[in-house]
């Protein structure tokens, strides 16, 4: 079956760090890959999305190349601020007709100090 | 748009008793889902349905049922709660994969479930 493994947290970095975490899956076909964030509080946003290999997925400075060789999708940023605080989930889905069901990694939490 | 909206926030039970989550989406979806969000575990799928009528179990159904008579709505029933439920439940919804080339699916603020 499918399955996603992410970097373990929690993970504490000074603003402006450079900020990876890792994202590796399997699945059988061709996955949609996505990071999920969720801020306190707060229901999942779709973050970032990629749908086939060797796609970029980028939003709010945040980025993720889908790598078929390596069954990953790393997530990364350049400049963290303060405001990313939150917990990171890494997910994938079936693209096939009629199946959407979304399998999500354990989650990553994010606490960004000034 | 009100999105995909879940009632109650919050909710304590005792063992045994029952309830239904309520979750509605304004946005004419056909794919509508529960996931329950326990620490160290990710997102779990409950039970989906692909349209009005027609659902299906995910990866941990023991303990809720689930109906979609309208494509608006998808309760989550708990027929007689027990402290595993603890938990917080998210209902998302999403168009299908015949429509759309991905799968990006919006959640609910979730409901904060408490069963003593």
């Known amino acids: 079956g499918n399955s996603v493994t992410q970097m373990e947290g929690p993970v504490t970095l000074s603003e402006e760090a450079f900020l990876t975490i890792n994202c590796t899956y399997t699945a059988t076909g061709y996955p949609s890959l996505f990071w999920y964030v969720q801020y306190p509080g707060e229901g999942l946003q779709l973050l970032l999305k990629a749908t086939k290999a060797d796609d970029k997925g980028s939003n709010k400075g945040f980025e993720a190349t889908y790598r078929k060789e390596t069954t990953s999708f790393h997530l990364e940023k350049g400049s963290v601020q303060v405001s990313d605080s939150a917990v990171y989930f890494c997910a994938l889905s079936e693209t096939n007709f009629g199946n959407e069901k979304l399998t999500f990694g354990t989650g990553t939490r994010l606490t960004i100090i000034p | 748009n009100a999105g995909v909206t879940q009632t109650p926030k919050f909710q304590v039970l005792k063992t045994g008793q029952s309830m239904t989550l309520q979750c509605a989406q304004d946005m004419n979806h056909e794919y509508m889902s529960w996931y329950r969000q326990d620490p160290g575990m990710g997102l779990r799928l409950i039970h989906y349905?692909?349209?009005?009528?027609?659902?299906d179990q995910g990866e941990v159904p023991n303990g809720y049922n689930v109906s979609r008579s309208t494509t608006e709505d998808f309760p989550l029933r708990l027929l007689s709660a027990a402290p595993s439920q603890t938990s917080v439940y998210f209902c998302?919804?999403?168009?299908?994969?015949?429509?759309?080339?991905?799968?990006?699916?919006?959640f609910g603020p979730g409901t904060r479930l408490t069963v003593l």
């Open positions: 998302a919804s999403s168009y299908s994969g015949q429509r759309t080339a991905f799968n990006e699916q919006f």
């Open positions: 349905s692909v349209g009005a009528g027609i659902t």
